[in-house]
């Protein structure tokens, strides 16, 4: 039996269903053209600058690239990861003007003037910063996931010099860790904060 253009016998078959079921067809049961119809749009593009590790870096974005997109992408800062992609595991986390967030939630032209630093500036003239040292020599950067904590746990440190271990756990409470090396993180934030102390 033939079909029409664009339609085919899935989309017949689960489209006859949903008419016998009395509903509609949910967004997700759409025929995929319609749905790359809706992604191809054009989006506008904005020539921006951003300042990441010190360094001015100009590029075209367009207006729904996020700052992680950019930073791994155009900027080629491939320590950012993009795991869920929601915030809501926090291995994108960067600094913007030293407070950590989220960058698949931040659209790049929103950052304007403010400061990127990533887990590749945290590291000045190839010396490790004292949380990316402990994070070695502790075993608590293992899968990726653990650059965003790494961050976190910098900033805290940088704010409160002598940190308690429920410190830390509060600075990492919205970090996912598949490895579960919590307790290594902990170990690691308290060893740094020593270190730059001494």
């Given at each position: 039996m033939g079909s029409d253009e664009g339609l085919s016998r899935r989309d017949l078959l689960s489209g006859s269903v949903y008419a016998a079921l009395g509903t509609g067809a949910p967004n997700w049961?759409?025929?995929?053209?319609?749905?790359?119809?809706?992604?191809?749009?054009?989006?506008?593009?904005?020539?921006?600058?951003?300042?990441?590790?010190?360094?001015?870096?100009p590029l075209?974005?367009?207006?729904?690239?996020?700052?992680?997109?950019?930073?791994?992408?155009?900027?080629?800062?491939?320590?950012?990861?993009?795991a869920c992609n929601r915030g809501a595991c926090s291995a994108c986390t960067v600094w913007l003007d030293g407070t950590p967030v989220c960058s698949c939630m931040t659209f790049a032209v929103e950052v304007g003037p403010r400061e990127v630093t990533t887990i590749e500036g945290l590291a000045k003239d190839d010396v490790l910063h004292p949380v990316q040292q402990a994070f070695i020599e502790h075993d608590a950067m293992?899968?990726?996931?653990?650059?965003?904590?790494?961050?976190?746990?910098?900033?805290?440190?940088?704010?409160?010099?002598?940190?308690?271990?429920?410190?830390?756990?509060?600075?990492?409470?919205?970090?996912?860790c598949r490895c579960g090396s919590y307790p290594h993180v902990v170990a690691a934030t308290l060893a740094a904060a020593k270190t730059r102390k001494g």
């Open positions: 049961a759409l025929p995929a053209a319609a749905a790359e119809a809706e992604t191809s749009k054009p989006a506008s593009a904005h020539d921006i600058v951003l300042r990441v590790n010190g360094v001015d870096r075209k974005v367009e207006s729904r690239m996020t700052l992680a997109e950019a930073l791994r992408g155009p900027l080629g800062l491939t320590g950012t990861k993009i293992q899968c990726g996931f653990c650059t965003g904590m790494a961050l976190s746990v910098a900033a805290l440190i940088a704010r409160n010099p002598d940190p308690t271990a429920e410190d830390v756990e509060r600075a990492i409470s919205g970090h996912v």
